[in-house]
Nanobody, 123 residues
Framework: QVQLVESGGGFVQARGSLRLSCAASGAIVRINSMGWYRQAPGNQRELVARINSGGTTTYAYSLKGRFTISTDNAKNTVYLKMSSLKPEDTAVYYC?????????????????WGQGTQVTVSS
């Protein structure tokens, strides 16, 4: 399978910035898209941003302008730069990726999630 490991979460004051990273590892053939979701206590998991292999990005409407997603394709890594953070951005942030990986000799589809990284924004 393909493993995703997130890093960069933590505690920040309102109006501060953080950058999250997520590295994919395994017998990857190709990655079609990577993205970030978040889940606050009592809420459903929601899309933050996604980026596909062509560089096309999708953002949650309310976050566009404050959050920026990018990738380093050579490192199979996706980043999320978060600026002007607000207390309501407090959540566990999850990385996701989909594409193909080698299962034995054959490429098969994968859709993987990371374990999540906590972001806490204080007022």
């Amino acid at each position: 399978q393909v493993q995703l490991v997130e890093s960069g979460g933590g505690f920040v004051q309102a109006r501060g910035s953080l950058r999250l990273s997520c590295a994919a590892s395994g017998a990857i053939v190709r990655i079609n898209s990577m993205g970030w979701y978040r889940q606050a206590p009592g809420n459903q998991r929601e899309l933050v941003a996604r980026i596909n292999s062509g560089g096309t990005t999708t953002y949650a409407y309310s976050l566009k302008g404050r959050f920026t997603i990018s990738t380093d394709n050579a490192k199979n890594t996706v980043y999320l730069k978060m600026s002007s953070l607000k207390p309501e951005d407090t959540a566990v942030y999850y990385c996701t990726a989909d594409g193909k990986y080698y299962s034995g000799s054959w490429p098969v589809d994968f859709n993987s999630w990371g374990q999540g990284t906590q972001v806490t924004v204080s007022s």
